[in-house]
């Protein structure tokens, strides 16, 4: 199956400070990248879809100015975290996709934030 | 609204057998994943089902009947290492990903 890699796998930042999250596919082209956020015992809960060269998606409830989503190319996205506070902290998954009917979307390792 | 419901947690002994059930309500069906997650790392993926009938894939299975809103996951000869939370996902008409709580597989030696 398709590779995709994000970075960091683990952050303990300062609140108030920013984050930037990395997520890459490696051998395939993703038009469609999505961000997901999970808190313990939970599943997955769809914060953002972005397509590249275009402004993200976000569902409702999450905050676009502190979530800042990026899709410049086909093979990266970036989430920022601005500000963040401790109730920021969780897991945040991406995943690619290559078109809206792929029957597979692939995840990154995901990223565990801590803010103190 | 769109539904997924499953188990919340599920316990089964080494060696058997034991079956996962999701059912949804959504608006559109553009296919059925199962997801396989240990604590701590992104989802794996196991399987996807677009037509009704069972899928086979070594030890694991899914069945889909479209007409009832119905899905299950099959492990046959369950290991240790299978102890994980399995997640139920439905891509609706928009090709979104729905996304069930998850069911936390425990398995007893």
């Known amino acids: 199956g398709a590779v995709v890699s994000q970075h960091p796998s683990r952050v303990i930042c300062k609140s108030g400070t920013s984050v930037k999250i990395e997520c890459r596919s490696l051998d395939f082209q993703a038009t469609t990248m999505f961000w997901y956020r999970q808190f313990p015992k939970q599943s997955l809960m769809l914060m953002a879809t972005?397509?590249?060269?275009?402004?993200?998606?976000?569902e409702q409830g999450v905050e676009k100015d502190k979530f800042l989503i990026n899709h410049a190319s086909l093979t990266l996205s970036t989430l920022t975290v601005t500000s963040a506070h401790p109730e920021d902290s969780s897991f945040y998954i991406c995943?690619?996709?290559?078109?809206?009917?792929?029957?597979?979307?692939?995840f990154g390792q995901g990223t565990r934030l801590t803010v103190v | 609204g769109q539904n997924i419901d499953q188990p919340t947690e599920m316990t089964a002994t080494e060696g058997a057998i034991v079956q996962i059930n999701c059912t949804y309500q959504t608006s559109g069906f553009n296919g059925l994943f199962w997801y396989q997650q240990h604590a701590g790392e992104a989802p794996t993926f196991l399987s996807y089902n677009v037509l009704d009938g069972l899928e086979e894939k070594g030890r694991f299975s899914s069945f889909l009947s479209r007409s009832k809103g119905y899905s299950y996951l099959l492990l046959k000869e369950l290991q240790m290492k299978d102890s994980a939370s399995y997640l139920c996902a439905v891509k609706d008409s928009n090709y979104q990903l729905i996304w069930g709580a998850g069911t936390k597989l425990i398995i007893k030696p």
């Open positions: 995943s690619a996709s290559t078109s809206r009917g792929s029957s597979e979307a692939f």
């Open positions: 972005s397509n590249e060269g275009s402004k993200a998606t976000y």
